[in-house]
Each structure stands twice: as structure tokens, then as C-alpha cells.
């Protein structure tokens, strides 16, 4: 469905790449030395290794100056180039010569990188993230057992895929660097974490990106919709993490929702043993592991209040916590107070409550009380980075300076955030409730 959305794109496999840098001169204007030059007309190919992908219009504009020309859109457009899995340092120039920009950027499934940039006219700008680029490969013989619809996503594909959105995107140059040194965080969880492949539904994983320094940190999300504790193990998705984890790399686990559904799975008896086999599966390869308790459904009673649907699993990974000695985020405390905040109102914004006619092939009104908008994710997000500082992990240190002030208590309402949604959109419920 996503790569036929995209006009085409073929899902690559697990082809190889050899660069381990790329410099990238975009618009109508001479190349900068050093630089490959992009047009717009310029599509992505397998043999090429690079280019725009179809269907998402994309105006070239010249400058007489090296690195002064540009492309945009009225709309947002996608760049992808072929590359290894690892971390990249990646560079972009923004701005015109002439007008303002404004520009939000996404990777692969719509995982945030940079959020509102605004150049000033005349005033280009570099910016720079960390992004981690996946493959599905654990060796020759294995690897992981992915979904059909995995096959669709743009990740696992030896591809990084930019969104370039916002209301007036303007991307000058383009440079990507492999770093080897970066601290990877591995995101281990269901469709509450994962990078959500389309709109209107999302995830606090797709969203922590934005919130660290570049070089130092590279959020790898191996999340996936419908998983357990469980089903993670067996489809081989820890087995992929361990097998590229680096010592003092972090591995945060978070299941909880789908393991309640298993009726031979109790709390304190299962659930526990197999949290304590990931947390030494990980230290055993010098990895550091952290439990973050599933957050909460949006259930509420007669007063307001937060009814408890997870039965006593979130205080079950407080115990092996404690047992473990493991570091712990309580967000299911932490979106109590979030939800409670926001009411039972207000609430239905951060899940995807969305009225028939609303959205393109919304013919039902869609009632989803687990997973989440943007503006939900990007919340969870926030007490995600609340809850790093509260444990003191060595990673609060390389939290951006300008990290927005947030209290669960008192949340930002939805109508004083905006945040530009992307063009793949699809109606069908994530796997697992």
C-alpha cells in the first residue's frame, strides 16, 4: 500500500552500498565543487542510488552563488538515497537568498528530525540530526521475520528516505556522513512505540528523535505493531538488535498491551521472567537496558479519572525493575497525569478520534482510545524525555538546548500546536488495542 502510494518505488532488499558519504547541491544553479548536483527531475533508480521519488511535485530555482539555489514545494516531497545500515550524521542547508522558509523534517516512516525551522531572507542556514538507517539482515543464513505490510515501509529497505514538509520548505544542500562513534537507543515495544508507517496514527518512537543533539545519539526503532514480549522474540527483532548493539548502547523495552491478552501470561508469573531474559540478553553483549512501563488507554470514569485497563503489568515491571536494578520510565503513571490533564474532552486529540468525511476513505467514524495523533505522540514523547531525566541516564546530557518545557500536568493544548502531517495517509487500525 505505501510504496504503491509513492508511485511505484520498489522495495530494494537487501542490496549494499559501498559510499560512506554523500554531498548533495540541489535547485537550478552551477555545482558547488565536491557536490553531486539534484534537479528535480532527478528520480530515485536503484543504479542511480538517489534521487526524488515520484508523485510529489518538487520546483528547482537558480542562484548565481554556489549553495544559494534550492528546491521546494508547495507540498511535501521526498529525497531517498541508497545506503548501508549504521548511523548517519546528516547535514541540510536551508533558506533562499530572497524569501523567508519554514521546514519540517522526517526519515523513513515519518520519524522527526528537525521541527520548525525558520530561515530568515537571506539567511540560509545548516542544521544537522543523527539518524539510524536499519536492515532486516542478522547474518547470511538469518533474518528478521518480518510482516507483509513491513515489506511496504520505508525502512528496512537500505534506503534513508528525507521528508521534506512544512509550509514552505526550501533545502539548499544535503550532506550525510557515516558515524560509527554515536550511542545508538534501541526502541523495543508494540504500535505504541513504533514508527507509524501513515497518517492519522503515531507514535512517542517516531517523535524522541527530535528531542536529541546531533552526533552523540541515533534513535534506532525496531518497534513493531501487535508485538509482545513474546512475538518480539520470536520474530527475531531482539535477535537484530543484539546483533548490531554496541557496549553502553541503550535498549528501552516496552510491552505490555499485547501481553495482556495472552491467557497463559500472567504478571508476576511469565511476564516478569521474560523482561528479566531481555534485560540479561542485553547486558550480556555490554548493552544498557531500560523498562518503560506501557502507557495508558484512554479510559476514564464518572470523575475523570484514568480507569486502569493494564491490570497489574505496569507494576509488575516496577518490581523487575527494582529486582534488577534497571533503570525505569513510568510513563504509565507519567500519561495518568497526562490524560487526566486534558480530560476526557480534550484527550480524544492526542488518539485518533476522526470523523467520517474528515479524512480521504474515512467513510466511519474512527474511535481509537490507544493509539495516537501526532499531537499524542509528541506528548508521550515529552514525558518520555521527562522520564529520562527523572532516572538520570547518562542521555539527558544530550537533550537539545532548546527542549520545549513540559509538565503532563499542564499540557499544551492541541490548538496552540501545529505540526505538519505527511502526505501517506491510510485509515486501517495499527495491529494490537
Given amino acids: 500500500m505505501l510504496r504503491s502510494i509513492l508511485a511505484g518505488v520498489l522495495f530494494l532488499g537487501l542490496g549494499t552500498a559501498s559510499a560512506q558519504s554523500y554531498r548533495f547541491d540541489f535547485g537550478a544553479g552551477p555545482v558547488a565543487r565536491g557536490y553531486t548536483k539534484v534537479t528535480p527531475d532527478m528520480l530515485y533508480t536503484t543504479e542511480l542510488g538517489y534521487g526524488f521519488l515520484p508523485g510529489f511535485p518538487v520546483q528547482g530555482f537558480y542562484a548565481v552563488r554556489y549553495l544559494r539555489d534550492y528546491v521546494t514545494s508547495s507540498q511535501p516531497f521526498f529525497f531517498s538515497v541508497k545506503l548501508p545500515e549504521g548511523n548517519y550524521d546528516v547535514k541540510v542547508l536551508l533558506g533562499d537568498e530572497k524569501d523567508a522558509s519554514y521546514t519540517t523534517i522526517k526519515v523513513e516512516n515519518r520519524r522527526l528530525m528537525l521541527e520548525k525551522v525558520e530561515t530568515k531572507p537571506r539567511k540560509l542556514v545548516w542544521k544537522e540530526f543523527t539518524v539510524n538507517v536499519k536492515s532486516a539482515r542478522i547474518s547470511d543464513q538469518d533474518s528478521v521475520r518480518l510482516k507483509p505490510r513491513e515489506k511496504e515501509y520505508l525502512h528496512w529497505d537500505n534506503q534513508l528516505t528525507f521528508e521534506f514538509t512544512d509550509a514552505l520548505p526550501k533545502v539548499a544542500a544535503l550532506e550525510i556522513r557515516r558515524n560509527a562513534k ?9 504500535s505504541t512505540v513504533v514508527d507509524q508507517a501513515q497518517e492519522p496514527y503515531a507514535a512517542w518512537g517516531q517523535m524522541i528523535p527530535r528531542f536529541f543533539k546531533p552526533e552523540k545519539i541515533a534513535i534506532a526503532n525496531h518497534a513493531e505493531s501487535g508485538e509482545s514480549l513474546r512475538s ?14 554496541k557496549p553502553n548502547d541503550y535498549v528501552f523495552i516496552e510491552f505490555a498491551h499485547n501481553d495482556q491478552k495472552q491467557k497463559d501470561l500472567q504478571p508476576f508469573v511469565g511476564y516478569k521472567e521474560l523482561l528479566k531474559r531481555y534485560i540479561q540478553s542485553v547486558r550480556e553483549k555490554g548493552g544498557k537496558p531500560v523498562l518503560v512501563t506501557s502507557m495508558h488507554r484512554r479510559n476514564f470514569d464518572n470523575a475523570g479519572k484514568i480507569i486502569n485497563t493494564l491490570g497489574d503489568f505496569p507494576e509488575a515491571m516496577r518490581q523487575v525493575a527494582k529486582e534488577e536494578n534497571t533503570p525505569l520510565i513510568d510513563l504509565n503513571a507519567l500519561s495518568k497525569t497526562l490524560w487526566e490533564a486534558l480530560g476526557p474532552k480534550e484527550s480524544e486529540k ?6 467520517a468525511g474528515s479524512l480521504p476513505g474515512v467513510t466511519k467514524d474512527i474511535h481509537d482510545n490507544t493509539h495516537f495523533s501526532n499531537y499524542g505522540a509528541y506528548l508521550l514523547a515529552q514525558c518520555i524525555v521527562n522520564g529520562i531525566k527523572s532516572a538520570q541516564l547518562d542521555l539527558a546530557k544530550e537533550l537539545v538546548e532548546d527542549l520545549p518545557a513540559f509538565d503532563p500536568a499542564h499540557p499544551p493544548l492541541a490548538e496552540k500546536w501545529q505540526f505538519p502531517a505527511s502526505p501517506l495517509m491510510e485509515h486501517v487500525k495499527p495491529d494490537g488495542n
Wanted: glycine share 4%.
Fill in 182 to 190: 554515536a550511542q545508538t537507543v534501541f526502541l523495543a515495544g508494540n
Fill in 232 to 245: 518480539f522474540w520470536a520474530e527475531k527483532r531482539l535477535e537484530k538488535i543484539l546483533s548490531v548493539l
Fill in 350 to 355: 492526542a488518539f485518533v478520534h476522526v470523523t
